[in-house]
């Protein structure tokens, strides 16, 4: 940690962080890298909101009674933790952060295809982000996070209008993102560059940004007539008009589902980073993971309709949508195959990403079996509207895609920053995140099993233990969240200089220094290897601080 | 001799210095990246729309007879009129690119003066159309009252609530399709002041090309909404 | 393309429009909206092939796009139908 202290080449050079200076630099600025930065600030801002809506959740929930909160802020709390968690977290973490740090790198480019438009998405997340938290402190949602009518359109009386203009307006600087990498990946890989050479992550953000271009317009419009219907009374939804509220859930979860793809997809690309690396082995079976990336997103659009089987759909077509949903866990499960077996006889180490990669298999694997369970009609039936799906989408929510995001913040915080975290606390965060995600979730699947349905802000008092369990694990998992920050945050000062490639990684990004120049590279990229050649590429020296 | 045809060499190597961006390697690179981001936009309208094209479809098959009634209720003249603005203004556009192509400046700016020209027709046609559903209360809300379609078409059985679905439908869909008819509009505001100025040429003209295919594709939507707003029915009732 | 051709889409494209609101106050019975929407495909096929350029096209990318757009939108149309069209079948 002495070390840091000295005066050191690699830091001094020019690079992106130090090139210019001054706030428009970074307000104005077209670069990718740059912008990434800002999205990372931002998201990291919303998470803590919607982390504390989490907190405030399981604190109420400590007790049977409703003691904490009235039953109208309950439901606001539970509505606003899920937008804010899902839009204005989840959905652009990896892909505005990862995505826009590293996908230009990865193909060898000096930046995506549309900087000026990479810029003009940040700050439609900014308007995005300032609505919502507008609305918030006028009084908030207490639709849910999916907005169900006729109760959004006729009955709330809350900041509906609002907060569905707030995810319009973030729901373009997704489709913006999305345009981007396609349009970089397409068009700006470099020479040799051929698509069977690409870093699986580039596959898995380009299937995440097909899956952003096609669904989320759907969600616009559908948020456009909700509007509509509240302000104007254009009544699609009204069912004293004779409409149809299922109409509006099948419109919703059109985009709703697949976004959970877009959730879980790019933290599987960054897996498919870090086992070849921590192994010391090419991936195996790259076409497998690269199409089963592809066949996500496009099977992800087949089954929306398993989020409304006891809506009131005709039992023929939820039998259309179990069997397809079914269908749409064999790419996630060849995944899971192919990263064991990419470990199978390498050289493992078990530095802090690679800790975050078999945290994400283990409860990518629990979250995805049990929505098996969900897409079996019969147990549905049971479990719907229970702590089963809550479990259920938070172990692929958190224990996959969070875990997947700071596997990837840890494994490429040396080339944003230039710096090691300390590996110690990175272990540690890592086993308190991994602990406190299981107790606050796993009991959650025997309450939802046991009957204790969501959204609900009192409960029976057989359901108190493991609801204390639940919250106890939450607080331990926040922990685990805070560490990281704050560590991250001690490295740019004192963290051990990184060096262009401290894990002695396969891809482009690696072929450049640590903190990258604006320009990405000194040199024009020319590709003449395949990816993952671990083969000729030396393992790394020790780089525990 | 040779001092012309320099200058106009410099001019048009400036022209392609200019506009080629920093991040790219080559201008055709450049170009093939704008194309192909505004058609991967126009896909992204594609399902925009289409939430819209889904309702309508859904409540089209429940109530028929309200959509029939609805829809003989719109001005058919005016409606066919307006297609055939949008294709004419279709047409401007497409002559537009080629006029850019060939580097006829002249002939550019009348031709996207001429689209504009023809999309706030349209757009002045369409407000004649609303002000006359206005005046009839066919305008969904408190004062929506279509007891004069009930009256003009007895045999249809019209329930006035289920008609009030489509004329929600009509106004959600005339009226997103409207708003990108004003944005195309502002951009092609933009597009002949800068064509104006001399800024688009044979050797850099893709924002009219883009900017072309943005409008053709705002045709093409109105294309679908006539026949399935204004004709669902407008056979001779016995 | 030639002038001629622009203004040869053009014509087709009014003539098309034409006969689409003149067919309408024929009495097809239920092929009033098929033709009504062949017709419509027709134009729209004319105004993306020509006007749009893509019969022109260098590369499968820019109608990979378009059709994917298109099969897309009848996923949206096509899978909501299997809920509305069988709901009263039990």
């Known amino acids: 940690m002495a070390t840091a202290a000295a005066v050191n080449v690699d830091t001094e050079r020019e690079n992106y962080l130090n090139s210019t200076y001054g706030i428009r630099s970074w307000l104005l600025t077209t670069d ?33 009674a409703g003691d904490l909160v009235l039953s109208d802020t309950y439901n606001k709390l539970f509505s606003m933790h899920g937008q804010i968690m899902v839009f204005f977290f989840l959905v652009p973490s990896i892909p505005a952060v990862l995505g826009n740090f590293l996908i230009p790198m990865m ?19 900014i308007i995005g982000g300032a609505l919502m938290l507008h609305a918030m402190v006028l009084g908030g949602v207490d639709t849910g996070w999916t907005f169900y009518t006729p109760f959004s359109t006729s009955f709330s009386n809350t900041h509906v209008i609002e907060a569905g203009l707030a995810i319009f307006i973030a729901g373009f600087s997704s489709i913006l993102t999305g345009l981007n990498i396609v349009v970089t990946v397409h068009r700006m890989r470099a020479p040799g560059l051929t698509w069977s050479r690409l870093p699986l992550f580039v596959w898995s953000m380009y299937a995440t940004s097909v899956i952003m271009l096609l669904g989320t317009p759907v969600l616009a419009i559908t948020l456009v007539l909700v509007v509509l219907e509240r302000s104007l009374h254009l009544g699609i939804f009204d069912p004293t008009l004779g409409g149809d509220p299922l109409l509006f859930q099948h419109l919703f979860w059109f985009y709703s589902h697949p976004a959970v793809y877009i959730m879980i997809l790019p933290s599987m690309g960054v897996v498919s980073e870090i086992i070849p690396c921590f192994s010391r082995k090419r991936a195996f079976g790259y076409s497998a993971i690269a199409l089963s990336s592809i066949g996500i997103a496009v099977l992800g659009f087949l089954v929306w309709a398993h989020h409304m089987f006891v809506a009131g759909i005709s039992l023929y077509s939820a039998l259309v949508f179990s069997l397809l949903s079914y269908l749409v866990a ?20 078990f530095d802090t990403p690679m800790l975050y990669a078999f945290g994400f298999i283990g409860l990518f694997t629990i979250g995805g079996l049990t929505g098996l369970f969900l897409a079996a009609l019969g147990i549905d039936v049971h479990v719907t509207d229970t702590y089963f799906v809550i479990a259920h989408f938070h172990y692929i929510m958190v224990g996959g895609a969070v875990m997947g995001y700071l596997g990837g913040m840890h494994f490429w915080w040396p080339k944003i920053s230039g710096r090691m975290y300390p590996e110690f606390w990175g272990k540690l965060a890592a086993l308190i995140v991994f602990i406190g995600f299981n107790l606050t979730f796993f009991p959650q699947f025997i309450l939802g099993y046991l009957g204790m349905p969501r959204r609900y802000w009192q409960y029976p008092p057989e359901f108190q233990v493991l609801n204390v369990l639940s919250t106890a694990g939450s607080t331990i998992l926040a922990v685990g969240y805070l560490l990281p920050m704050a560590y991250f945050l001690w490295s740019l000062r004192y963290g051990k200089v990184a060096g262009d490639n401290p894990w002695g990684a396969a891809g482009l990004e690696w072929k450049t220094s640590s903190p990258p120049p604006t320009f990405n590279f000194d040199y024009e990229p020319v590709v003449t290897w395949e990816a993952y050649n671990y083969h000729e590429i030396p393992a790394p020296e020790e780089v525990n601080a | 001799m040779s001092d012309t045809s320099v200058a106009v060499e410099t001019h048009e190597s400036e022209q392609e210095h200019l506009a080629l961006r920093h991040h790219f390697v080559t201008v055709e690179q450049q170009r093939n990246s704008s194309h192909l981001a505004m058609w991967l936009f126009l896909a992204t309208e594609v399902m925009f729309f289409g939430g819209m094209f889904c309702a309508y479809l859904i409540y089209r098959i429940w109530f028929y007879a309200e959509f029939a009634a609805g829809s003989r209720s719109l001005d058919i003249t005016l409606g066919t009129i307006n297609t055939a603005v949008l294709i004419c203004s279709s047409l401007t556009v497409a002559l537009g690119v080629r006029a850019a192509q060939m580097g006829k400046r002249k002939l550019l700016v009348v031709l996207l003066l001429l689209t504009l020209v023809l999309g706030l027709a349209f757009l002045g046609i369409k407000g004649v159309e609303w002000y006359a559903k206005y005046t009839e209360h066919h305008i969904p809300g408190s004062t929506f009252n279509v007891s004069d379609l009930v009256q003009d078409y007895p045999t249809l059985h019209i329930d006035p609530r289920h008609e009030q679905i489509f004329f929600s439908l009509y106004f959600a869909m005339t009226g997103m399709h409207a708003i990108h008819m004003i944005v195309g509009v502002g951009l092609f505001l933009y597009l002949t002041y800068k064509a104006w100025k001399g800024t688009y040429g044979p050797e850099y003209y893709t924002p009219i090309e883009i900017g072309g295919l943005y409008w053709h594709f705002v045709d093409i939507i109105w294309i679908y909404l006539f026949p399935l707003l204004y004709l669902i029915d407008r056979k001779p009732l016995h | 393309m030639s002038v001629g051709m622009y203004y040869g889409i053009w014509i087709t494209l009014l003539i098309l429009t034409g006969v689409t609101a003149g067919v309408s106050f024929i009495d097809l019975g239920p092929f009033n909206t098929i033709v009504a929407l062949v017709i419509a495909t027709f134009k729209a096929l004319l105004v993306v092939l020509f006007f749009m350029h893509v019969k022109y096209a260098s590369e499968k990318l820019t109608k990979t796009v378009i059709i994917a757009a298109i099969f897309w939108l009848m996923l949206l149309l096509g899978l909501s139908l299997t809920d509305y069209l069988s709901r009263n079948l039990l």
């Open chain 1, 32 to 64: 990718h890298k740059r912008i990434a930065l800002l999205y990372l600030v931002s998201i990291t801002f919303f998470f803590f909101i919607g982390g504390f809506f989490a907190l405030l959740i399981r604190l109420e929930l400590l007790t049977p």
């Open chain 1, 107 to 125: 193909v060898g480019a000096k930046d995506l295809a549309l900087p000026r438009i990479n810029l003009i998405s940040w700050y439609l997340y």
């Open chain 1, 330 to 349: 064999v790419p996630s499960a060849i995944k899971v195959f192919n990263w064991t077996a990419t470990m199978y006889k390498g050289s493992i180490s």
